[in-house]
């Protein structure tokens, strides 16, 4: 296996986004509700992780009153995201480092910083990796940004671009920087919806796949994933 260069990288994305149609990026959202919106998306799905986000918003109506509110409260509230325990202690862990170092809950500095020094100022954030500071980059700031969530990690796997064994913190270091920027963001939505749709964890549907033959998997299988 050999790392996939910028053409095989644009020949996928051009694929894909043949097949899905035009991108449409997500509504952008402030830095932080991004930020909570990301840890509210983790290990469920976007339905129920939006409902979340949106019961979250209607029940405290600023970041304040999320960071002082009981943390069984903020559970409670977004119970339907799945982990809610662990998410609105992450959640209260984050507005309280961002207000003790800004003194204020505003990041709004972090437009000005270069995409280095704002990844660095997210990744020091409690509990935030790669992926949510990529989502946040992405989403919110608009930079070139490449997440690598569980889906686009499967893909890259199958497709050869990282080993098998490659973690998807590697998988971002090793994909970051050879992803065209005019297309991080394009691609990286591209292959959720491929990986929702055809490259699944389980039963993957290759004989349907655009990427059929520019994928390790699939040659190696002969493409005899379900239809």
């Known amino acids: 296996m050999t790392a996939p260069d910028e053409q095989d990288i644009i020949a996928a994305q051009r694929r894909l986004r043949a097949c899905q149609g035009t991108f449409v ?38 970041w304040q009153q999320v960071r002082d509110a009981p943390v069984e409260e903020v559970a409670s509230t977004i119970r339907c995201g799945g982990i809610a325990d662990r998410k609105a202690r992450r959640i209260q862990q984050i507005l309280s480092a961002i207000e003790h170092r800004e003194g204020s809950l505003d990041v709004s500095r972090l437009l ?5 020094a704002a990844e660095a100022y997210l990744l020091s954030l409690p509990g935030v990796g790669r992926k949510t ?3 946040v980059l992405a989403f919110s700031m608009g930079r070139a940004a490449f997440p690598v969530d569980t889906h686009v990690h499967r893909v890259a796997i ?23 920027p005019s297309i991080a963001y394009d691609l990286h ?36 994933g379900a239809g």
């Not at 000005?112 to 280095?116: E, F, G, M, N, S």
């Not at 199958?158 to 064994?165: D, E, I, P, Q, S």
């Not at 490659?166 to 920087?177: F, M």
Request: glycine residues 6%; aromatic residues 4%; proline residues 7%.
């Open 112 to 116: 000005d910083l270069d995409d280095a």
């Open 133 to 135: 500071a990529a989502c």
């Open 158 to 180: 199958r497709l050869g671009w990282v080993k098998a064994n490659t973690t998807a913190d590697r998988a971002h270091e090793l994909l970051a920087p050879r992803v065209p």
């Open 189 to 224: 939505l591209a292959m959720i919806t491929h990986g929702r749709t055809i490259c699944r964890a389980r039963q993957p549907r290759c004989g349907m796949c655009v990427l059929r033959d520019l994928c390790a998997y699939g040659s190696a299988t002969g493409g005899s």
């Open 25 to 62: 990026p997500k509504p952008r959202l402030p830095v932080i509700d991004e930020l909570v919106a990301t840890v509210l998306s983790q290990h469920t799905s976007d339905t129920n992780s939006e409902r979340a986000f949106a019961q979250l918003k209607a029940s405290f109506p600023s």
